[in-house]
T-cell receptor, first 115, second 108 residues
Framework: NAGVMQNPRHLVRRRGQEARLRCSPM?????VYWYRQLPEEGLKFMVY????????ESGMPKERFSAEFPKEGPSILRIQQVVRGDSAAYFC?????????????FGAGTRLSVL | SQQGEEDPQALSIQEGENATMNCSYK?????LQWYRQNSGRGLVHLIL?????REKHSGRLRVTLDTSKKSSSLLITASRAADTASYFC????????FGTGTRLQVFP
C-alpha cells in the first residue's frame, strides 16, 4: 500500500521558468493538501483540494501559483515564472476524510531550487 | 499567522533520558497533532489528541493537552539516537497549522 508519492524529489529551475510538482495521494484518499517549508521553519499551509475542487486556497500566493486535483491523475502544484524566493521544500499530504479525525499522511516532498 | 509554537526550539539529551517538548496555540481547536520530521524528509504523524482528551499514550510517547492554557506537551521516554528529529505540533481539523518545531538531538 504505497504512501503519498511526490515527484520529482528535487527540481532545479532558472528564474522565469515554470515548476510543476506532482502528488499522488494514498490509495482511497480524496483530500490533498499542499504545504511549503522554508529552511529552519515549520510548514505553511498553501491549499486544500478535494477531487476536482479547491476547498481552501487561503495560503496560496495570489499570483503565479495554482493547484489542481483532477478526477484522474495526480494533484499538480504549478508555479509560473519562478523567482529565487520560491526555493523551498513543498510537501503534499492526503487524508481519507476531513473533520476532527483528520490525520494527514505526508509525502517526502519536492525540493525546488531556483537559480 | 502561526498557530502553534513549540518550546524549546532546540533540545539536546543523552540516550535513555526523557525529552519534553511543549506547544502553545492561540485559538480553539478540534484536535492537536504531533508530527516528526527527520532531516530532509516528510512529516510522520505521531499522535492525535482531541480537544476533550487530557492525556494520550502511544508506546514511548505521552501527550497531554490543557485547553484552558491552550498548551500541549509531548514526552518521549527512554530516548534513542533514532529519535533525533524535528518535532512539530499542528492544530485545526482541515488545514494543519504548524509551529516552527523543536529540534531534538539525542546523543548515543
Amino acid at each position: 500500500n504505497a504512501g503519498v508519492m511526490q515527484n520529482p524529489r528535487h527540481l532545479v529551475r532558472r528564474r522565469g521558468q515554470e515548476a510543476r510538482l506532482r502528488c499522488s495521494p494514498m490509495k482511497g484518499h480524496s483530500h490533498v493538501y499542499w504545504y511549503r517549508q522554508l529552511p529552519e521553519e515549520g510548514l505553511k499551509f498553501m491549499v486544500y483540494l478535494q477531487k476536482e475542487n479547491i476547498i481552501d486556497e487561503s495560503g496560496m500566493p495570489k499570483e503565479r501559483f495554482s493547484a489542481e486535483f483532477p478526477k484522474e491523475g495526480p494533484s499538480i502544484l504549478r508555479i509560473q515564472q519562478v523567482v529565487r524566493g520560491d526555493s523551498a521544500a513543498y510537501f503534499c499530504a492526503s487524508s481519507a476524510s476531513q473533520g476532527a479525525k483528520n490525520i494527514q499522511y505526508f509525502g517526502a516532498g519536492t525540493r525546488l531550487s531556483v537559480l | 499567522s502561526q498557530q502553534g509554537e513549540e518550546d524549546p526550539q532546540a533540545l539536546s539529551i543523552q540516550e535513555g533520558e526523557n525529552a519534553t517538548m511543549n506547544c502553545s496555540y492561540k485559538t480553539s481547536i478540534n484536535n492537536l497533532q504531533w508530527y516528526r520530521q527527520n532531516s530532509g524528509r516528510g512529516l510522520v504523524h505521531l499522535i492525535l489528541i482531541r480537544s476533550n482528551e487530557r492525556e494520550k499514550h502511544s508506546g514511548r510517547l505521552r501527550v497531554t493537552l490543557d485547553t484552558s492554557k491552550k498548551s500541549s506537551s509531548l514526552l518521549i521516554t527512554a530516548s534513542r539516537a533514532a529519535d533525533t528529529a524535528s518535532y512539530f505540533c499542528a492544530t485545526d481539523a482541515d488545514k494543519l497549522i504548524f509551529g516552527t518545531g523543536t529540534r531534538l538531538q539525542v546523543f548515543p
